[in-house]
Nanobody
Framework: QVQLVESGGGLVQAGGSLRLSCAAS????????MAWFRQAPGKEREFVAA????????TYADFVKGRFTISRDNAKNTVYLQMNNLKPEDTAVYSC???????????????WGKGTLVTVSS
């Protein structure tokens, strides 16, 4: 079992930055690939970024390339999402998820956190 808890969400003005954290617990948490997804009101959940369990491989959705960076610290069992140059359309609940392999399909995730709300004002 892996438990995931997100933090770092909040209200920020357009052009600002936030760093989200996802703390993982469980004996094998550091061996999982991790991903961030988001869901805006009235919209479907969408993939944001993912990172392999070693941190050596990352993948991003096109709409965040150059603005968001995913990273992890396995010593702390924590995954981060650094979000820069935020836009109002980035407003959503951001959730982290764990899977055995590096994937971007939410249906293949094994564990989910409850999410943290990011609101970007214009």
């Amino acid at each position: 079992q892996v438990q995931l808890v997100e933090s770092g969400g909040g209200l920020v003005q357009a052009g600002g930055s936030l760093r989200l954290s996802c703390a993982a617990s469980g004996r094998t948490a550091s061996t999982y690939a991790m991903a961030w997804f988001r869901q805006a009101p009235g919209k479907e959940r969408e993939f944001v970024a993912a990172i392999s369990w070693t941190g050596g491989l990352t993948t991003y959705a096109d709409f965040v390339k150059g603005r968001f960076t995913i990273s992890r610290d396995n010593a702390k069992n924590t995954v981060y999402l650094q979000m820069n140059n935020l836009k109002p359309e980035d407003t959503a609940v951001y959730s982290c998820a764990a899977s055995r392999f590096l994937r971007s399909d939410y249906s293949t995730m094994d564990y989910w956190g409850k999410g943290t709300l990011v609101t970007v004002s214009s």
